[in-house]
């Protein structure tokens, strides 16, 4: 079964046809800029031309940044408030013409995983967090998607966890890898407290280091390190296509 991943950023969206069996591109990628002030309807004319150059006519499916209930996006991060209260399954259906379902993408990127990355054959609870301007984050439980999870807000010492924990926040306070590892630890202990997950995906660009402060956290829980990269929110957002009811 093939699906049309899209990955919605503030700065490029990104699709291409994926066989979500396997969770393999069918295609090269293809990447635009985000357009200026990423409004709805620009965005979704993003979108179809992206779907156009492939020619499809089949499903969608869409990771899209900011919390996702029943289509409808409940804010905004990096692209305009006019998102907020959009329907986004039915303004992208409507322009591309073809069946859209569109989900947070964190919880996309975290589907990725589950299906063909380091949580494949996992049980009990995965957290997966992402690691970058922000923090993002997607819980699974015996491989099934709670959506809309918004972990990076949870409060460290006053601030939002993506203030403090985030790579960008590694990066602004020029922290040592020691340093950052003490940070993070910090943040994922307090989740630990909360959900005793079996285990926590670490995934965001700063996984490619991985090995530069994941052997430096002290968890009860096991820590291993996102094996997609930039493909994890394409193959997601088509696995997504089949809305959230997909186990794994």
């Not at 966890?161 to 943040?187: F, G, I, P, T, V």
């Not at 997609?228 to 696995?239: H, K, P, R, Y």
Request: aromatic content about 8%; hydrophobic content about 45%.
């Amino acid at each position: 079964m093939q699906a049309l991943g899209i990955d919605i950023g503030g700065s490029g969206i990104k699709g291409a046809p994926v066989d979500i069996k396997t969770g393999k591109l069918l295609a090269e990628r293809i990447r635009i800029p985000t357009p200026n002030g990423a409004k709805p309807k620009a965005v979704s004319l993003v979108v179809a031309e992206i779907a156009q150059a492939f020619n499809w006519k089949k499903q969608i499916g869409a990771g899209f940044p900011a919390p996702i209930k029943h289509g409808v996006a409940m804010m905004a991060a990096n692209v305009s408030e006019k998102w907020v209260g959009v329907n986004v399954d039915e303004l992208i259906s409507s322009v591309t013409g073809c069946k859209c379902h569109v989900g947070n993408d964190a919880d996309v990127a975290g589907m990725a995983e589950m299906a063909f990355g380091a949580g494949k054959g996992e049980h009990g609870t995965v957290i997966m967090i992402t690691l970058g301007t922000g923090i993002g984050s997607a819980i699974f439980f015996n491989g099934h998607l709670i959506p809309n999870t918004e972990f990076g807000h949870m409060q460290m010492d006053g601030k939002d966890a993506e203030h403090r924990a985030s790579d960008a926040a590694r990066q602004r306070e020029d922290m040592s890898w020691k340093k950052y590892a003490k940070r993070l630890n910090e943040y994922l202990n307090e989740m630990e407290k909360l959900f005793w997950p079996d285990l926590f995906i670490i995934g965001g660009g700063i996984s490619k280091q991985h090995e530069k402060f994941l052997p430096l956290l002290s968890l009860q829980s096991r820590v291993v390190p996102a094996q997609f990269q930039n493909e994890a929110g394409i193959v997601g957002a088509a696995l997504f296509s089949q809305g959230t009811a997909v186990k794994f």
